[in-house]
């Protein structure tokens, strides 16, 4: 992996650049939708391709549970399996660890859990997850990290931080496949000294990449901006960064102004499986009985498949039936969405104009189309 | 609508013909898929016109709960509603209220039933069926018939089918839009007597073309030709004979030997959200574990979205979430095969070779490839 700072914001800490991978290029900043189980959810790969999103995240633990990764290193890895054109990322699990399953253990070996499948016994160490995120092939691959819960007190979170830093370490150990880039991931829940203390131990070990976790699982805006802003003026300026799990629109744009690079998010798709639409003239709650026989299309600024064939009474219509149908083509709106809206990130980091973004994006979030 | 005969078959009573609507030409024999609620389930009109489906077969009752026929008449009718690019057809109703819905009272008024979406009131007449599905603008509409269950005895048969003869000419008393042509449906039972009566009764009303309903109700394969072989006869030569429910490939080639030129059925995309794919090499029930690591396509001879992008390994990985964009890819493989099939027996009719074709569906449909 390669990454090229192509352009600098004159007012913030906001970069434009290039990452370059294996498996093709990705301008940044750039969002990544949730492929979670090797399929954004309901969508085929192609057609997610088609809205401009140029990288998904792959998640090992679902992976591993489902269909196993030596299913899909036998496949060819993820690229092929999936028969995604562009770039893979891969979480580690540490998340899902933290978020899904109910652990029996966590000890500074790994975490022990029963599979959401059948309930079997999982062990799960930093040496797993980097085996399967080898075998798993993706560009991008995290380590194995401890994932501290919010509300957390310091000295638990100073713990926590500490076994990432471990764990981090046995990861990069573990790490076999040269054509992955490894990130290495900050934690340090709300407290600035443990960010920061976080992240130059991590930059010590030193990764080709770092994320940012822990954040998005309770605390406050405020607080998320302020971990940012401790552990970022730590990570080196040549290196790309990763803000795990954020997706909503202003806080993407806040994190891009302190040095974001990447996201990656459910929040697009999630949202449109619920009929929460964005578009640049408002929000759409596609189930309210305003649109329904509205023949205007979601949105005049977007070419997606909903947009340019459908109109509002249709895509109402198939929402309230509960159609599968609808959750695709809403979900592609939404991907669509984002990818304009990363778009106009870039966009805006060349010409200084981050801020008025920030206000259009916050305002067209706040308001419903009517 | 205008239906004309193209090529006989030398050795049966089938045909090939073009059936001329003002929503564009179908070339028969066709098979129209279920949009009953103005959808084929998991897919989008667009996807499914890129199989080669030339129409579809939309649901009077389904659409008369949600979202009401008035809503589709507002926005132009099915055609523009749905952007839907061939030509639709709309069933009365009269099956679903033997199927699905509990009725009230069933009088030579007509029906009385329960809404399935809120328990209110629903009351269908042969009346009110027209109206409805003049309101929604299909291109082929169908009489209001009392579907008559299985098995039955003869006097109640016989009740049923003089029922569905005096709605039926009720129905064409109502019908009133000279752009939709309204097909009289022959009912009869098992009972060859009943359905030839009902066949010469129909077509002494007059109607430009006629169905045949009640099969496929749980009757034998065998009652079933017979009824048809009672029915056809009788039906005149120049218009366009619909099979209503028939999707079974080798009984739709049967059907087509004896003179039916239209179908309409769920099975394609229901088995295809089962797991059941059709294709020229066999049978695949994609959640077979022998498929979880086949590279290969679901089938070499195809050119549908599943076959050219992904593999069965992938496909079953999918399938086993449970994840929607499978139901999606698959109906659209099986969607594919009937077009391809109907190709296929426009082909033979034309070449005499009707009953290598039904031999070979046979076989292909009954083994499972490994």
Not at 180 to 186: C, M, S, T, W
């Amino acid at each position: 992996m390669d990454f090229e700072i192509v352009t600098r914001d004159p007012s913030s800490s906001a970069r434009t650049g290039l990452l370059l991978t294996p498996h093709g290029a990705v301008e940044t900043p750039a969002f990544m939708p949730c492929a979670s189980r090797g399929v954004i959810k309901a969508c085929a790969p192609d057609e997610v391709a088609s809205t401009g999103v140029q990288a998904v995240m792959c998640n090992a633990f679902h992976l591993l549970i489902r269909p196993g990764s030596e299913v899909i290193h036998q496949a060819g890895g993820l690229h092929e399996f999936m028969n995604w054109p562009g770039v893979v990322a891969t979480d580690s699990g540490g998340f899902q660890v933290f978020s899904l399953a109910q652990p029996k253990s966590v000890t500074d070996e790994g975490v022990v859990l029963p599979s959401p499948l059948d309930g079997s016994e999982i062990c799960l160490t930093p040496e797993v997850s980097i085996q399967v995120q080898n075998e798993l092939g993706a560009d991008m691959i995290m380590a194995f990290d401890d994932c501290t819960p919010y509300p957390c007190e310091y000295a638990e979170a100073a713990q926590s931080m500490e076994r990432t830093l471990r764990w981090a370490q046995r990861s990069k150990a573990a790490h076999d496949n040269s054509a992955q880039a490894l990130f290495g991931i900050v934690q340090g829940s709300v407290y600035a000294d443990l960010r920061a203390e976080s992240a130059r131990a991590t930059v010590e070990l030193g990764f080709p990449g770092y994320a940012i976790g822990g954040v998005s699982v309770g605390e406050t805006e405020a607080e998320m901006f302020a971990a940012l802003e401790a552990a970022l003026p730590e990570l080196p300026e040549a290196a790309p960064r990763h803000l795990l799990g954020v997706g909503v629109p202003t806080q993407m744009i806040a994190a891009v102004k302190r040095g974001v690079d990447l996201f990656d998010c459910v929040l697009p798709t999630r949202n449109a499986r619920h009929g929460l639409l964005y578009t640049w003239e408002g929000i759409i709650r596609i189930n309210n009985a305003r649109y329904r026989e509205d023949s205007r299309p979601l949105s005049e600024l977007c070419d997606c498949p909903a947009c340019t064939q459908y109109n509002r009474a249709y895509l109402h219509h198939l929402f309230r039936l509960g159609e599968t149908a609808a959750w695709r083509l809403l979900s592609l709106h939404n991907l669509r969405f984002f990818a304009q809206l990363m778009e106009q990130i870039r966009e805006a980091i060349g010409t200084g104009k981050l801020e008025d973004l920030r206000a259009q994006v916050a305002a067209i979030t706040e308001r419903e189309v009517v």
